[in-house]
């Protein structure tokens, strides 16, 4: 077995961060456990939390087309939910996450 290092390793293979802002009735309907839930299912690292404008933000940390298919299922969101809309921003991971967790 060869160890591949991050500057060989494909773009879909390295670990990168996007922070996530998510709009919609997002509080009150259990999109942070949902979000939580399906992070953790994908072994994604991050945390989020409601916003004071009754948004919700999310950092999220792993590889880069995992995120995005985690990110596909935060747009249909929990039942009670709707998003209408997502703001992301993709930068490098550093790694300060070792769990996915719901920030108070």
Do not use: C
Request: aromatic share 8%; glycine share 10%.
């Amino acid at each position: 077995m060869s160890l591949v290092s991050d500057m060989t390793k494909s773009a879909d293979e390295q670990q990168v961060r996007a922070h996530v802002v998510v709009s919609g009735h997002v509080q009150g309907v259990g999109f942070r456990a949902f979000s939580a839930r399906i992070a953790s299912t994908l072994d994604l690292v991050g945390g989020v939390r409601n916003l004071n404008d009754g948004r919700v933000e999310l950092e999220v940390e792993g590889r880069k087309t995992i995120i995005e298919t985690f990110m596909q299922k935060l747009k249909i969101g929990p039942p009670a939910g709707r998003v209408t809309r997502i703001d992301m921003e993709w930068s490098q991971a550093d790694g300060r996450y070792s769990t996915f967790s719901i920030w108070y």
